[in-house]
């Protein structure tokens, strides 16, 4: 999942670039980057599908004390458990 997460930002990071950039040459270059980004995601995403419903996770070091969720940006509640399931990509 952290994997999956990093080639996301950077995507976004790409995206913005692009956006910003008028050379042709340098656009083809960050054009190459977003496709291998998401190139990269699809495969995380299809490993990822592959061991969440095995037992491989627990080799992994997944916990009930690892699926908690923290909301640290709020002052009330900060330490409720709302989401404990692991999220699934199509």
């Not at 999942?1 to 670039?17: C, D, F, G, P, T």
């Not at 916990?63 to 640290?72: A, G, I, Q, V």
């Amino acid at each position: 999942m952290s994997n999956i997460a990093s080639e996301q930002r950077a995507k976004v990071v790409y995206q913005y670039l692009y956006r910003q950039i008028e050379d042709k040459h340098v656009r083809e270059a960050i054009d190459f980057l977003l496709n291998r980004e998401e190139a990269h995601n699809a495969m995380f995403r299809e490993a990822f599908n592959k061991v969440s419903q095995t037992g491989s996770n627990q080799s992994f070091g997944v916990t009930n004390d690892s699926k908690l969720y923290f909301n640290l940006s709020a002052g009330n509640n900060q330490f409720e458990n709302t989401n404990t399931q692991s999220p699934h990509f199509n």
